[in-house]
């Protein structure tokens, strides 16, 4: 490979909340066990180059005065979405920057809503949503993803025709490759969805941010791509954050077509005053959206299947009663652990505990709106992975 996906990176000393955390109450690390990082959404992984060469040509200059979004800007967001998803007709009038995209969601939610209303979400939900929406003073309704005979995680459009209809719900927040579950929805899927949507006079926010990590040749379809009702009432959000391990400087974007929606998000977004991009986070999405930037993707997106492939593997041979369903897109695993602990006569509290003991710092799955269960991220060298597997075999499962 051209880019380096196998060395450990010391990430101490950095103030991350990935190595200085842990996120299991009362759960401490044995002595002689190093930690593993397998929690908090970002990566083990160095970078794109081309990010730092961006981000340190401009700290050259020795000032840093007030400045706008350059021309730069956008045309790399637009040639990064005809590129990798297909995009057609973007321009640079449909792009927002948020500083985040939990941040955008909500901006649009307070468009469409006012406070007390409904809002549909499926469940398991990304515990941002819940945070987010809920701490602006929103009702979160739940339509439950049910798993078919092959164990993949299906939408339930009755579910979610039903909730639309008794709850009076004219937003959804739509999550598309689905975080934790990891499914990236076909087109037939989202489209499907969209007409549910469409008939119940309901505007969607399709969360996007994992639509360049796919594994095992998967394929990432845009929510506004499927049809001309989702293009004008679907609010797209977007990051290089999540792809490229640049959450610590922040800064995402939206895509609107609506042109009414459009500038009602923009006019909410400045209300706080502080969703301004940071200079050095322009120049670091101008860097990564670079040539080198796709290259870069496609080999890390090799050494996430590989990973995935090789944990759910490990699962099904070795701990007898954890469920999972193989990822299709994103780093993460969503673990199902209901059956282990009826057979071990145990809960889920002591079972993430034990894990942290020997190192493997993973993550509660409940807040994520489904019982016993552990999120694990996998976006680390293999031979980390394999040596957080190995600790579990042994000291845990």
């Not at 996906?5 to 101490?12: A, E, G, Y």
């Not at 981000?55 to 967001?77: C, N, W």
């Not at 901006?107 to 990304?126: E, F, M, Q, R, W």
């Not at 339930?156 to 990891?182: Q, T, W």
């Amino acid at each position: 490979m051209k880019y380096d996906f196998t060395s450990i990176i010391d990430r101490s000393e950095t103030n991350q909340i990935a190595v200085e955390k842990i996120p299991i109450p009362n759960a401490k690390i044995k002595e002689g066990f190093s930690k593993i990082p397998m929690w908090v959404a970002d990566m083990n992984f160095a970078t794109v180059p081309t990010i730092q060469e961006e981000i340190i040509k401009r700290v050259q200059h020795p000032t840093f005065g007030y400045f706008e979004l350059s021309k730069d800007y956008y045309a790399s967001i637009i040639d990064w979405q005809t590129k990798r998803n297909k995009v057609e007709g973007l321009q640079a009038k449909n792009i927002s920057y948020q500083n985040g995209v939990l941040g955008g969601v909500v901006s649009v939610a307070n468009i469409l809503c006012s406070k007390g209303d409904n809002i549909l979400l499926h469940s398991p939900t990304y515990v941002g949503f819940t945070g987010a929406l809920e701490n602006n003073g929103y009702n979160l309704i739940h339509s439950p993803l049910v798993k078919d005979e092959n164990g993949i995680w299906r939408m339930d459009y009755e579910d979610m025709d039903r909730k639309l209809k008794k709850h009076h719900i004219h937003c959804a927040v739509f999550c598309s490759p689905h975080n934790p579950c990891g499914r990236v929805w076909e087109k037939w899927e989202i489209e499907k969805a969209m007409e549910v949507y469409e008939k119940n006079d309901c505007f969607v926010i399709s969360d996007e941010i994992w639509s360049d990590l796919l594994l095992n040749g998967n394929v990432h379809t845009p929510t506004q791509s499927v049809r001309p009702w989702a293009r004008e009432n679907v609010a797209a959000m977007y990051a290089p954050s999540k792809t490229f391990n640049l959450a610590g400087l922040q800064g995402s974007y939206s895509i609107v077509y609506n042109s009414w929606l459009q500038s009602r998000l923009i006019k909410e977004a400045s209300l706080s005053h502080y969703n301004s991009c940071n200079v050095l986070s322009m120049h670091a999405l101008i860097g990564a959206y670079k040539k080198e930037g796709h290259e870069w993707v496609e080999e890390l997106n090799q050494v996430l299947s590989e990973n995935i492939n090789y944990a759910c593997d490990f699962i099904q041979e070795h701990f007898d009663g954890v469920e999972v369903s193989k990822p299709e897109g994103t780093y993460m695993l969503y673990l199902d652990c209901t059956k282990w602990c009826e057979n071990h006569n145990t809960n889920i509290d002591t079972l993430q505990q034990k894990g942290v003991e020997v190192g493997v710092v993973w993550q509660d799955g409940r807040p994520f709106h489904h019982p016993c269960s552990i999120r694990m991220n996998l976006a680390l060298p293999t031979s980390v992975v394999k040596e957080a597997f190995d600790r579990l075999q042994k000291y845990v499962f």
